[in-house]
């Protein structure tokens, strides 16, 4: 069965770095569409950050641009989220997740494939 395993959550004070991992497995898709999405505690779900499958083409939410990178290594199935500049509104648990297709997509219900999430936490 698809597996998505995310990590790197940790805690970190604001202003510091943090870089998640995606390792993907048994997707029916070589090289799909990925993103990265958050979850604050009493929050919905929302979008971070996609990449297309030869990642050439990323999206950001407007929260995070600027200070956080999408990338991937296909030949490894990994994909990959720098948080840079973090800050206490960016706690959450992070999810990583696969499309059916092999563009980028920014909403949830275009994501077939879910991992378990990471938490980050960002203190003051």
């Known amino acids: 069965q698809v597996q998505l395993l995310e990590s790197g959550g940790a805690p970190v004070q604001a202003g510091g770095s943090l870089r998640l991992s995606c390792a993907a497995s048994?997707?029916?898709?070589?090289?799909?569409?990925m993103g990265w999405f958050r979850q604050a505690p009493g929050e919905e779900r929302e979008f971070v950050a996609a990449?297309?499958?030869?990642?050439?083409?990323?999206s950001y939410g407007d929260s995070v641009k600027g200070r956080f990178s999408i990338s991937r290594e296909n030949a490894k199935n990994m994909v990959y989220l720098q948080m840079n500049s973090l800050k206490p509104e960016d706690t959450g648990v992070y999810y990583c997740?696969?499309?059916?297709?092999?563009?980028?997509?920014?909403?949830?219900?275009?994501?077939?494939?879910w991992g378990q999430g990471t938490q980050v936490t960002v203190s003051s």
């Open positions: 997740a696969a499309r059916g297709q092999w563009t980028l997509a920014i909403t949830i219900p275009e994501y077939r494939y």
């Open positions: 048994r997707l029916p898709l070589s090289n799909p569409g």
């Open positions: 990449i297309s499958g030869g990642g050439r083409s990323t």
